[in-house]
Nanobody, 123 residues
Framework: QVQLVESGGGLVQPGGSLRLSCAAS????????MGWYRQAPGNERELVAA???????NYADSVKGRFTISRDNAKNTVYLHMNRLKPDDTAVYYC?????????????????WGQGTQVTVSS
């Protein structure tokens, strides 16, 4: 089993920045690609960004140029650097990991999930 623990959420003003972290523990060698999802009230969970072990990444169109996903394999940690935040970015952000090595978009392709961390962008 793999456990994922997110941290770094909070309240930030529009235009501000936050960095989310997700630390993995357990059977680490089984982890391939990892990703960040978010879910706002009344909306479906959507992919924000995903990254392979080798560092290849993809992003949702809505965050391209503002968010950066990175990964430290030695620390078993994935990060989401969020800049120029907007009120529309307000959501619970979830870390996810899958055993497959390729990037994936659908939530069903991810095997492990964190508990989520709230990000609120408001003045």
């Amino acid at each position: 089993q793999v456990q994922l623990v997110e941290s770094g959420g909070g309240l930030v003003q529009p235009g501000g920045s936050l960095r989310l972290s997700c630390a993995a523990s357990g059977i680490i060698f089984s982890i391939g690609a990892m990703g960040w999802y978010r879910q706002a009230p009344g909306n479906e969970r959507e992919l924000v960004a995903a990254i392979t072990k080798g560092g290849s990444a993809n992003y949702a169109d809505s965050v391209k140029g503002r968010f950066t996903i990175s990964r430290d394999n030695a620390k078993n940690t994935v990060y989401l650097h969020m800049n120029r935040l907007k009120p529309d970015d307000t959501a619970v952000y979830y870390c996810a990991a899958r055993q497959g090595i390729l990037l994936a978009v659908e939530t069903r392709r991810y095997d492990y999930w964190g508990q989520g961390t709230q990000v609120t962008v408001s003045s």
